[in-house]
């Protein structure tokens, strides 16, 4: 089953909206893998992951159908993962066939921002279902996703999700920081196939929220230690900001020596 990554920015894009440094003019001039969406991901047909403000962009692009959704998963309710505006347009009036129920799947203040949009979640055909965490979701096809607590977010419990397919296991790491303790041991029973983490701040120090070049090389080596990822496991690394100043080809040149891949908008992963 394909893992699609439909965007590898963090909150402002990039280029940022509204920015004129050199890494945004530099992206902008290459055109290419600098060009950076929100971050989102789709599972095959019927499983997706965050619906931010680029999400008709990426239907676009990537030739997407949301109609064919089944499962929306949040990772937590911040507006470059969460656009309730673009769900309103499941109402009668914007949808002018039949639709079947979508299960969203998010902590409590993904819930409160869509219903700050909406009158109902019956309003947008669908039906919510709050995150339990380390509690696994069976999704249908014989995937299940587990989310695991991040250390993220003020005031709401962020997630990232651990995919489970046939006996192969991906998982999502994105907006993350370091791994709380819990999350930590819940890996030690799992051995992955592929990691995708988030490197937010690029050669810059991350730490709680999210992560630099550096960390996410601890975070993969601890991983390693404790035996969670498999020996030909694919580590791939997204959720870029400018602010980070690392185009493409400075993170491939980084990472490559590492045996870690750069994600680009539109790379597919297999599950
Ligand atoms: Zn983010
Ligand atoms: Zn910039
Ligand atoms: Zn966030």
Redesign the pocket.
């Known amino acids: 089953m394909t893992f699609t990554i439909l965007g590898t920015a963090a ?1 402002e894009g990039w280029p940022a909206l509204w920015c004129p440094c050199e890494a945004c003019e530099q992206a902008r001039a290459l055109g290419g893998k600098n060009i950076r969406r929100r971050s989102a991901y789709q599972l095959g047909e019927r499983i997706h992951v965050d619906f931010g403000p680029d999400s008709f962009a990426q239907m676009l692009t990537f030739g997407l159908h949301y109609e064919r959704l089944e499962h929306l998963l949040f ?2 309710s ?1 507006q ?2 969460l656009s309730p505006q673009e769900l309103s347009y499941r109402r009668t009036g914007f949808v002018v066939e039949p639709l079947d129920t979508l299960t969203i799947h998010g902590n409590e203040a993904v819930s409160e921002s869509i219903l700050r949009a909406v009158d109902s979640m019956e309003a947008i055909r669908a039906r919510f279902e709050p995150t339990v965490p380390l509690e696994p979701m069976d999704l249908g096809e014989g995937v299940t996703a587990t989310a695991l607590p991040a250390d ?2 003020e005031g709401e419990e ?1 997630f990232i999700h651990l995919f489970e397919r046939e006996g192969r296991r991906l998982l999502q790491a994105n ?1 993350t920081g370091l791994f709380p303790d819990p999350t930590w041991a819940f890996l030690e029973t799992k051995q992955l196939d592929l990691l995708l983490i988030e490197c937010t701040y690029g050669p810059r120090d991350g730490g709680r ?1 999210h992560l630099g070049a550096n960390q996410v090389i601890e975070v993969r080596d601890e991983l390693r230690k404790i035996g969670s990822l498999k020996a030909d496991a694919r580590v791939v690394v997204t959720h870029f900001s400018h602010n980070g100043g690392w185009l493409h080809e400075r993170l491939e040149a980084f990472f490559a020596p590492q045996g870690i891949e750069v994600a680009f908008d539109g790379m597919q992963l297999d599950l």
């Open positions: 909150a990772t937590h911040h470059d993962h993220h977010a962020a907006d929220h």
